[in-house]
């Protein structure tokens, strides 16, 4: 079936460091890639998201571009924030389906 | 609405009752989904709707877990007998069906979630 490998966290980060959250997929076809973050005390919301290989999603100074030959959707930021502290998530969805298959999630820690 | 609104967001039960979650989704979004995050991991699928039909339950781990959209809008999610195991944050999540870009047709948007826990 469909999975998603994530890196473990936590990640600790100082504040302007250079961001990477390795995701790797397994699925079948060409699944669209996304990328979802949970602050604390709330809900998922969408940070990015990519349809086709060689897409890259790009929102908040985030960027991942979906590699089919890799099957690899590898988060990005060139220098983190305090604020940018949460749990992220890479998720998958099969071509022609909306479901979701998430991965176990990276926690972020980013300090001044 | 604005958002995706569960209720309620905090529940603890005894082991054996039942209970019911809620979900009302963005205004005019056909598709609902329940899934089920336990600490430390991602959510994982539990069933969905198109409308008021039920496309895939799936995920449903058990026949103690069901769920129903009747007028094609708010949904419950009931667990009977509740067990311990049961404990976990449930998210509901809504999808429109057509638009490009991060609210577009293959974007799900989830709600706060509910946290359930069973003593």
């Known amino acids: 079936g469909d999975s998603v490998t994530q890196m473990e966290g936590p990640v600790t980060l100082s504040e302007e460091a250079f961001l990477t959250i390795n995701c790797t997929y397994t699925?079948?076809?060409?699944?669209?890639l996304f990328w979802y973050v949970q602050y604390p005390g709330e809900g998922l919301q969408l940070l990015l998201k990519?349809?086709?290989?060689?897409d890259k999603g790009s929102n908040k100074g985030f960027e991942a571009t979906y590699r089919k030959e890799t099957t690899s959707f590898h988060l990005e930021k060139g220098s983190v924030q305090v604020s940018d502290s949460a749990v992220y998530f890479c998720a998958l969805s099969p071509s022609g389906y909306s479901t979701l298959t998430f991965g176990k999630g990276t926690m972020l820690l980013v300090s001044p | 609405g604005a958002g995706v609104s569960q209720s309620p967001r905090y529940k603890v039960t005894k082991r054996g009752q039942d209970v019911a979650l809620r979900c009302d989704p963005i205004?005019?979004?056909?598709?609902l989904y329940w899934y089920r995050q336990a600490l430390g991991q991602g959510p994982e699928f539990l069933t969905y709707f198109n409308y008021e039909a039920q496309q895939d339950k799936s995920g449903l781990p058990n026949d103690r877990f069901s769920a129903e959209r009747p007028e094609g809008s708010i949904s419950t999610l009931t667990i009977q007998r509740t067990e311990q195991r049961d404990s976990a944050m449930y998210r509901c999540?809504?999808?429109?069906?057509?638009?490009?870009?991060?609210?577009?047709?293959?974007?799900?948007?989830f709600g706060a979630g509910s946290r359930l826990t069973v003593l």
């Open positions: 205004s005019g979004h056909v598709s």
């Open positions: 990519a349809t086709k290989a060689d």
């Open positions: 999540a809504s999808r429109q069906n057509s638009g490009t870009g991060l609210s577009g047709a293959n974007v799900l948007t």
């Open positions: 699925a079948t076809g060409y699944p669209s």
